[in-house]
């Protein structure tokens, strides 16, 4: 099993910047990829941005050229850096990890509220 727990959610004005940060613990090992998603009311989850474990990052239309995700390997944790915030960026986010039995493990959610 894996363990996430996200920190860095809050309120932003509109073109500011905002860092999420997700750190695992339990099954660290058996991590092969992680990830951010986010819901916003009234709408379903959707993938943010992706990170495997060669690197390789995936991210969603809507945030590209603002947001940039990282991991921090020696932490065992994953940022979300969010730059040029827009009121429509406004969400829970969620933390999720994939291991290699293809198990989806998820954080308890960081609220996200972008003013305009």
């Known amino acids: 099993q894996v363990q996430l727990v996200e920190s860095g959610g809050g309120l932003v004005q509109a073109g500011r910047s905002l860092t999420l940060s997700c750190t695992a613990s339990g099954s660290i090992g058996s991590i092969v990829a992680m990830g951010w998603y986010r819901q916003a009311p009234g709408k379903e989850r959707e993938l943010v941005a992706s990170?495997?474990?060669?690197?390789?990052?995936n991210y969603a239309d809507s945030v590209k050229g603002r947001f940039t995700i990282s991991r921090d390997n020696a932490k065992n944790t994953v940022y979300l850096q969010m730059n040029s915030l827009k009121p429509e960026d406004t969400a829970v986010y969620y933390c999720?990890?994939?291991?290699?039995?293809?198990?989806?493990?998820w954080g308890q959610g960081t609220q996200v509220t972008v003013s305009s």
């Open positions: 999720n990890s994939l291991t290699k039995n293809w198990n989806r493990y």
């Open positions: 990170i495997n474990n060669s690197g390789s990052t």
